[in-house]
């Protein structure tokens, strides 16, 4: 799917008719005038779309045009006895007017371009009724009705100029939202060599992207990856791991370097037991540091916690069960050894780096394999990565979350299907996959109400608007 870019529109409706009087093209110059200085008002393009003489254009509005509507801003109706006796042109104010009741952020910015004369215009009912209900609501417009188009009249572009100001101030909090969102968030997975980097990015992306090997190195080379979704990018290196020998260390550390120096909105340094802080992990550190990374954009992935060990109340040493639902260890033994060994790396890692200000929520026990806390730790790099960027991200995770819940989908298929197993035994699976969907969706919603916070907070330390407001803009943009 593609990326989408965010940008502000505005679509003109208007009767082909009055374009063609005398053949000057008069709406389409007119069209062009108010882009340019929009242009020159705003610091960046503000298309408005005119429909293509080519394009298919019959009685019932077709669902390009509905779609260029949906994705407008502002609507520039053309004013003329010809535009409401169109059929086109009646039905696109009609919708443009209904779309405007669900929402603040669209408005219709009139241009009177000929004059509609009781005594002379052979309107019909209901062109009359239409232009009456138009004339009631409040609008924004321009009256081109003694002027002609001629960009060497000074009275035309002073009007023109006032008009394309106006659409300019409406669309302010917009633009400026834009402005931020159009950045692409990155993350950067990186930490000791076989933790589970790839392995990470292979079950985020839902697929296998990156080279998984046991007991060799795996990654020899950064690779990019673009988790991608309707609402945007978000980047994914996944690199080779440190701990490795001296010389290709080296060669690691440079990678690191480039890609720091590009700029991350997040890192992820995976870890693993049995050592709270091993080499590997505490090079990455150690490298992070060294190129004034914010620590504070840095998450630790606790990886491979089954190769943790505890004492159980018989004094026999275990080993945590493999996590193989998204419930992750439910067990509260095993829960303990789990905080106690990120108790144990905390320690470490203020012992190696005193003063740095690591926090121990920086640490998030994770499955790289089940996807088991992805949300958390995920929800941790949302907070510190730049707000802008977290929409992107909320839509490249939520397309994680879709796979995920159709990973499960597919289990719970199969079990249905399996008949092998007892009617009981086929029961309790299906609970148990049922109730792992669910709390996939009340992560899902949790994470969401985040990225909304952030973004609402960002949103109004940029522009002075009340939370309603942004909520609207937010609910029409993403
Ligand atoms: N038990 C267990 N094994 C894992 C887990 N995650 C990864 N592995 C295994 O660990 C090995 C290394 O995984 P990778 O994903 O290649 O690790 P990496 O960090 O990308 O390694 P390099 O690219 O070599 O630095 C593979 O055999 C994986 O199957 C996990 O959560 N639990
Ligand atoms: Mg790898």
Same mark, same amino acid.
């Given at each position: 799917?593609?990326s989408k870019?965010?940008q502000?529109?505005g679509f ?5 008719q009055?374009?063609?009087?005398f053949n000057r093209?008069?709406i389409?110059?007119?069209?062009q005038n ?7 008002l705003s610091?960046i393009?503000?298309?408005v779309?005119?429909y293509?003489? &080519?394009m298919?254009?019959?009685q019932i509005? /077709?669902d390009?045009i509905? @779609?260029?509507?949906?994705?407008? /801003? ?8 010809n535009?409401f ?7 696109e104010?009609?919708? =443009?007017m209904?779309s405007?009741?669900s929402t603040?952020?669209?408005r219709?910015? !009139?241009?009177?371009?000929a004059?509609i004369?009781? &005594?002379v215009a052979?309107?019909d009912?209901?062109?009359? &009724?239409?232009y009456?209900?138009y @004339? ?6 321009c009256?081109l @009705?003694?002027?002609q188009i001629?960009?060497?009249n000074s009275d035309?572009?002073k009007t023109?100029?006032s008009f ?6 409406f669309?302010? !909090?917009?633009l400026?939202i834009?402005?931020h969102v159009?950045?692409e !968030? ?6 000791a060599?076989?933790v589970? %980097?790839?392995?990470?990015?292979n079950?985020l992306?839902g697929k296998?992207?990156g ?5 060799r190195r795996?990654?020899t080379q950064?690779?990019?990856h673009?988790?991608?979704s309707?609402g945007g &990018?978000?980047i ?5 791991g440190l701990g490795?020998?001296k010389e ?6 440079k990678?690191?370097s ?9 890192i992820?340094?995976v870890?693993?037991?049995?050592r709270?802080?091993a080499?590997? $992990?505490l #090079?990455?550190?150690?490298l992070?540091i ?5 620590i504070r954009k840095?998450v630790f992935? =606790?990886n491979k916690?089954?190769y943790?060990?505890y004492?159980?109340d018989?004094?026999?040493n275990?080993?945590i ?6 419930f992750g ?7 303990k050894?789990i905080?106690?060994?990120k108790?144990m ?17 920086q640490i998030?026990? =994770?499955?790289s ?7 958390k730790?995920?929800? $941790?790099?949302?907070k510190?990565i730049? !707000?802008?960027a977290a ?5 490249a995770?939520d397309k994680?979350?879709?796979?995920l819940v159709e990973? *499960?989908?597919?289990k719970r ?5 399996d008949i $092998?197993?007892t009617?009981?035994?086929?029961? *309790?699976?299906i609970?148990?996959?049922?109730? #792992? ?6 992560e @899902?919603?949790?994470f $969401?109400?985040?990225? =909304?916070?952030?973004?609402?907070e960002?949103?109004? /330390?940029?522009?002075d608007?009340?939370? %309603? ?6 609910n029409k943009?993403?």
């Amino acid at each position: 799917m593609e990326s989408k870019e965010y940008q502000v529109k505005g679509f003109l409706s208007y009767s082909t008719q009055d374009d063609e009087f005398f053949n000057r093209k008069d709406i389409t110059r007119l069209k062009q005038n108010i882009e340019n200085y929009m242009r020159r008002l705003s610091g960046i393009d503000i298309p408005v779309f005119q429909y293509a003489e &080519n394009m298919k254009y019959g009685q019932i509005l /077709s669902d390009e045009i509905k @779609r260029q509507m949906q994705e407008s /801003s502002f609507f520039i109706p053309i004013i003329t006895p010809n535009y409401f006796m169109s059929q086109p042109c009646r039905e696109e104010f009609e919708y =443009y007017m209904e779309s405007l009741k669900s929402t603040e952020c669209r408005r219709i910015f !009139p241009i009177y371009f000929a004059d509609i004369d009781d &005594n002379v215009a052979a309107l019909d009912n209901e062109a009359i &009724n239409l232009y009456n209900r138009y @004339r009631e609501t409040q609008l924004y417009y321009c009256d081109l @009705r003694k002027l002609q188009i001629d960009e060497t009249n000074s009275d035309y572009i002073k009007t023109i100029e006032s008009f394309s100001k106006n659409i300019c101030k409406f669309l302010h !909090p917009l633009l400026q939202i834009i402005k931020h969102v159009n950045e692409e !968030p990155s993350i950067l997975i990186c930490g000791a060599t076989g933790v589970g %980097k790839t392995t990470t990015v292979n079950t985020l992306f839902g697929k296998k992207l990156g080279h998984v090997e046991g007991g060799r190195r795996g990654t020899t080379q950064l690779h990019q990856h673009t988790l991608m979704s309707e609402g945007g &990018n978000v980047i994914i290196y996944d690199v080779p791991g440190l701990g490795d020998s001296k010389e290709i260390d080296k060669q690691t550390k440079k990678i690191y370097s480039e890609i720091i120096k590009l700029g991350v909105g997040g890192i992820i340094v995976v870890i693993v037991p049995p050592r709270p802080a091993a080499f590997g $992990t505490l #090079e990455t550190v150690k490298l992070l540091i060294s190129k004034n990374v914010d620590i504070r954009k840095i998450v630790f992935g =606790y990886n491979k916690l089954s190769y943790l060990r505890y004492d159980d109340d018989d004094g026999e040493n275990k080993k945590i069960a493999d996590i193989d639902s998204l419930f992750g260890p439910v067990d509260e033994k095993e829960k303990k050894a789990i905080d106690d060994a990120k108790d144990m790396f905390f320690q470490d890692l203020n012992a190696y780096f005193p003063d740095k200000g690591f926090k121990k929520e920086q640490i998030i026990e =994770y499955d790289s394999i089940s996807g088991w806390n992805f949300y958390k730790m995920f929800e $941790t790099i949302a907070k510190v990565i730049p !707000p802008n960027a977290a929409i992107k991200l909320k839509k490249a995770v939520d397309k994680a979350h879709n796979e995920l819940v159709e990973k *499960q989908e597919k289990k719970r298929k199969s079990v249905e299907e399996d008949i $092998t197993i007892t009617d009981e035994k086929k029961e *309790q699976k299906i609970i148990k996959i049922n109730t #792992e969907i669910q709390k996939l969706n009340e992560e @899902r919603e949790t994470f $969401t109400n985040l990225i =909304y916070d952030t973004v609402i907070e960002f949103i109004g /330390s940029v522009i002075d608007l009340s939370v %309603k407001k942004i909520k609207n803009w937010i609910n029409k943009w993403f």
